[in-house]
């Protein structure tokens, strides 16, 4: 199913014009109290991304650290209060909690039990599967040689090892103001051919040619940002193709700021890169990218200038990767201090595996601060211009206010100044802060608000009026469970199989007599829009209610601003997953890492040997999710866990 929520994209950032007018926006909405923070709505007013993976996310996407912003959560029988614990001073306690969106059934009848998810970021290792089905693992990190293709000289046959040994040194030093010289001879290709060769296997380092005692040498010392030396295109070679495949391993980092580091190291701009999907922040992470006419040795030398990611398995390919092209994510998961009994933990994943669960959109959907993203989604489909500003601008309450962004949007809520408040923001923060973004925007563009918003980089506003979206359908289905039960009912909406896969598939209506032929998890709801049917019974009508408490009508859905007109799409409601196994492991100490990750076996790590009898039980779950759901959904429904952000963290302190 095409995953409606595209991945952020960084933007380059354009310099605020100097001139630029104070802005100062108007006091909006009652819903917008002065100068405070807003509660999130705990009713059922609707307000409100998983992936084709770009969206998604399967791979439980933009989770944080769960002493910060952790994405799970609250524990059935939990007897915890709030007031009793030492809650970590980042976690947003005002923050959404399931049933703010929708969140509220469970298929299965076992009993729930607690078990802490993302205690370290090494418990949540997410595999890309790839559109043959195969599970991506970074295997090889060797760079790939060429065969059959009419190539330059290779970059690493230009270099001697010693000359490359000195290069490696250079770059390991800590005396950036250290250079190493090359000895060359008067030959102007040679020493062409060795200036591309250090652009592309040390891109870290600048080279130039310089005389000493009347004989030229090639030096080579540390780049300087803007300053470094700007080398020719090293030439393609003949009958190569323009793509080199690999996989990228990381480790908590988003998949954006890993490409984004990519291409910095290499003194690229981020778009030479290009993903099926984006991937989890604190987790490690194992999926495919491509890069156009960047060379494999290249590449992997990137290898050696850090440690929070690592690229291998490279090849050659005609085609760039697209986003969605993938057939979902393979998920192995340790929830640690688990509490479950071997009876429970049994009938939790028993019936996950043959029964699924409820394909909500997850938590993370909808933000981890005191103002939810479906809330500006509203504003957005509203034409609230100013109320999306603010909403975006205001600063947040209950949670830990320190840092750049924090300040300036205490400066903005007390002033409206916006040239001031972008004053206040460091640099390196316009280009991936949506505040920044934003705030750039307003200065940019005065009084014309919709043309500030459009300043934000669009699958990031997007990704708001997707989040009202998911509240609706999250809503509905809820409902939709609890008035028909989990069988497919007459009305309800089902898939018809393509004809062609550039066709969209499109949902028939079910008969009294198609019941027999169908099963739930052939049910499809949609989210709401202009190009959508809508289910024959009362859930239609659900939709026009929902809608309507925020004036909004389901017949006359189209934006006059199209990125902001939607379309709609189907989703199913129920999801099986596959490949799913499980074990129970013990251990004593939290710090010990339970499971090797593909880093791990490459470095020739043995496998953690859990102890017979720890104090402490460890739940190690494996199962494979199709693109657009979300496997913190999964672990709800075996845990029976209110995934919201506070409540995991609180389950860390214990």
């Not at 030492?86 to 969140?103: F, M, S, W």
């Not at 922040?281 to 050696?304: D, G, M």
Request: include cysteine; glycine fraction near 8%.
């Amino acid at each position: 199913m095409a995953d409606m929520e595209q991945e952020k994209r960084s933007a380059e950032p354009e310099p605020p014009e100097k001139s630029a007018k104070k802005i100062k926006l108007s006091e909006v909405s009652e819903a917008i109290p002065d100068k405070g923070g807003e509660t999130p709505s705990t009713d059922q007013k609707p307000t409100g991304a998983g992936d084709g993976n770009s969206q998604v996310k399967g791979d439980d996407s933009q989770s944080s650290d769960s002493s910060r912003e952790a994405e799970t959560g609250d524990h059935s029988g939990g007897n915890t209060s709030v007031s009793a614990q030492k809650v970590p001073c980042r976690v947003n306690l005002l923050a959404p909690k399931e049933t703010d969106v929708g969140i509220t059934e469970y298929i299965s009848k076992h009993e729930g039990f607690s078990g802490i998810i993302k205690q370290r970021y090494s418990d949540f290792l997410v595999r890309e599967v790839d559109v043959r089905g195969r599970i991506v693992q970074l295997t090889d990190t060797a760079p790939l040689v060429d065969s059959g293709v009419q190539a330059a000289t290779s970059a690493d046959d230009v270099l001697s090892q010693e000359d490359k040994q000195k290069l490696e040194n250079l770059l390991g030093s800590k005396d950036k103001s250290a250079a190493v010289d090359i000895q060359v001879g008067e030959d102007k290709e040679q020493r062409t051919q060795v200036h591309h060769a250090i652009k592309e296997l040390f891109s870290g380092l600048q080279s130039e040619t310089v005389d000493v005692c009347n004989t030229k040498v090639i030096r080579v010392k540390y780049g300087k940002g803007s300053q470094a030396r700007v080398q020719k295109k090293f030439k393609w070679p003949k009958g190569r193709p323009d793509y080199c495949h690999f996989v990228l391993y990381k480790e908590n980092m988003d998949t954006m700021d890993a490409i984004n580091m990519l291409a910095m190291n290499l003194r690229l701009k981020p778009g030479f890169f290009a993903y099926a999907g984006t991937k989890d922040k604190r987790a490690i992470t194992v999926q495919e990218v491509t890069a156009y006419r960047i060379a494999a040795e290249r590449l992997s030398n990137l290898n050696k200038q850090q440690t929070r990611y690592v690229v291998g398995n490279f090849r050659y390919t005609e085609q760039p990767l697209k986003l969605g092209l993938l057939s979902g994510n393979h998920f192995t998961i340790l929830l640690r201090n688990c509490t479950g009994s071997p009876e429970q933990i049994e009938a939790g994943l028993t019936s996950l595996r043959d029964n699924g669960f409820i394909n909500y959109f997850g938590m993370q959907r909808f933000g981890t601060t005191s103002v939810p993203s479906h809330h500006v989604g509203r504003a957005l489909l509203h034409s609230k211009w100013e109320e999306a500003i603010e909403l975006i601008l205001k600063p947040r309450e209950g949670e830990h206010q320190e840092g750049a962004v924090s300040a300036c949007r205490d400066y903005w809520w007390k002033t409206r100044d916006a040239k001031g408040a972008l004053e206040r923001m460091p640099r390196r923060n316009m280009s991936k802060d949506i505040e920044g973004r934003l705030l750039e925007g307003l200065v940019k563009n005065g009084k014309d608000l919709v043309g500030a918003l459009s300043n934000i980089p669009r699958n990031t506003r997007l990704m708001y009026v997707h989040s009202y979206q998911s509240y609706i359908w999250n809503n509905i289905v809820s409902r939709r469970l609890r008035e028909y039960g989990f069988q497919p009912v007459a009305g309800d909406l089902v898939l018809e199989e393509k004809k062609d896969e550039a066709q969209r598939s499109e949902a028939k209506v079910l008969a009294e007599g198609d019941l027999g032929n169908y099963t739930i998890h052939d049910v499809v709801f949609p989210l709401f829009g202009y190009d959508v049917i809508y289910p024959q019974h009362k859930a239609e009508g659900w939709y026009r209610e929902m809608l309507a408490v925020d004036q909004l009508d389901m017949d006359n859905i189209r934006h006059k601003v199209k990125d902001y007109s939607l379309s709609g799409a189907y989703r199913k409601i129920i999801v099986k997953p596959t490949n799913c196994k499980w074990s129970v492991m013990h251990y004593d100490d939290v710090k010990i890492s339970l499971m090797l990750t593909d880093k791990d076996i490459l470095d020739g790590k043995e496998a953690p040997v859990a102890a017979s009898e720890g104090k402490m039980k460890a739940l190690r779950v494996e199962f494979t999710l199709p693109p657009s759901t979300y496997a913190t959904m999964a672990l709800r429904e075996i845990l029976k866990t209110d995934t919201s952000s506070g409540h995991q963290a609180m389950l860390n302190t214990q």
